[in-house]
């Protein structure tokens, strides 16, 4: 038994050697509810909202973002500083999502930052975002564009109508 077993071993090892990058593939990675706002125009920032699902069975990190919509791209998320005011930093050392968990990115929280914008976001515009991924091959998904959602829960105008056009 022990040659059986060795030679077993042997081919599980070659298996894994030759087994492609995209074994452990984006088919794991689940992208929810993505919406895209803007904060202005072209040139402006935007930042892009969505649930991440890790339905895989070993974590993963995500290091980057990308997108052709903004100059530059970056995780952001908030925190409040010693005076108490909460700013928008970069996230370092990238975002995990253990194995079988999901993670949001939502208004407030950790989000995509898009940094110069490189054409308007209308609503209905679809701004494509690429997620470099420790632990599974990049995912590339589209957020509609929505400047008119309110955020999910502890914003002041969650009770107004989606779609109403906000008077100025
Ligand atoms: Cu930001």
Redesign the pocket.
């Known amino acids: 038994m022990t040659m059986f077993r060795t030679l077993l071993t042997a081919a599980a090892a070659a298996l894994s050697l030759a087994a492609p990058a995209f074994a452990h593939g984006s088919g794991e990675i689940h992208i929810h509810d993505a919406y895209a706002r803007s904060m202005g125009g072209m040139g402006a920032?935007g930042?892009v909202f969505f649930v991440i699902e890790n339905a895989g069975d070993h974590d993963i990190t995500i290091t980057a973002a990308a997108s052709d919509a903004a100059e530059m791209v970056?995780l952001?998320t908030h925190k409040e500083d010693a005076n108490g005011v909460m700013q928008?930093i970069e996230i370092e050392g990238g975002v995990p999502v253990a194995a079988g968990a999901s993670h949001p990115f939502e208004r407030g929280a950790d989000?995509v930052?898009l940094m110069g914008l490189t054409r308007e976001l209308k609503d209905g515009d679809v701004v494509t975002v690429t997620l470099t991924i420790d632990g599974a091959d990049p995912v590339t998904f589209d957020a509609v564009v929505d400047n008119a959602r309110k955020p999910a829960e502890g914003g002041m105008n969650g009770h107004q109508m989606n779609g109403q056009a906000p008077s100025n």
């Open positions: 920032s930042a970056q952001h928008m989000h930052m």
